[in-house]
């Protein structure tokens, strides 16, 4: 049987932070990371940079306030890895396809992120872990 949604590397991980600044500094000075501009997603309620680490990134988002789906976040479970997202084509049909088959979709229709055109799944329907598909032109 074919997959329903099968994907082609990790696009990134999401690591919620109370300041993108400090923890750029961080990766920066400790990792060696390269500099990456940080933008504002009012949309989304965060701050947020991709920053490139090898074949994979490193999303870091800090909530614009504390009602924001990152700043409740932070308040329920503190700083630390938020999201995994997958890279992956026809980001529309996989949603779909997702929808057909059950799994809990946070997104049904594709929006514009940082990282492409995205979509959320339910951490519920994917053993806690809460997971963004990613479109764009690195897959
Ligand atoms: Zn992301």
Redesign the pocket.
């Known amino acids: 049987m074919a997959a329903t949604c099968p994907f082609n590397h990790i696009?990134?991980?999401?690591v919620a932070v109370k300041d993108i600044d400090a923890a750029l500094r961080l990766f920066q000075e400790v990792f060696g990371a390269p500099p990456s501009e940080v933008e504002v997603l009012e949309d989304q309620g965060v701050r947020?940079t991709?920053v490139e680490v090898g074949q994979t990134r490193l999303?870091l988002?800090e909530p614009l306030s504390n009602e924001s789906a990152v700043g409740r976040f932070i308040e329920r479970r503190g700083e630390g890895l938020?999201?995994l997202?997958l890279n992956v084509n026809d980001i529309a049909g996989k949603l779909k396809a997702l929808d057909e088959r059950g799994i809990r979709l946070v997104d049904r229709e594709p929006r514009e992120?940082?990282?492409g055109a995205?979509g959320f799944l339910h951490p519920a329907s994917v053993f806690g872990v809460l997971t963004?598909l990613?479109e764009n032109d690195r897959g």
């Open positions: 696009d990134h991980v999401g947020a991709l999303e988002l938020h999201h997202a992120g940082l990282s995205i963004e990613v």
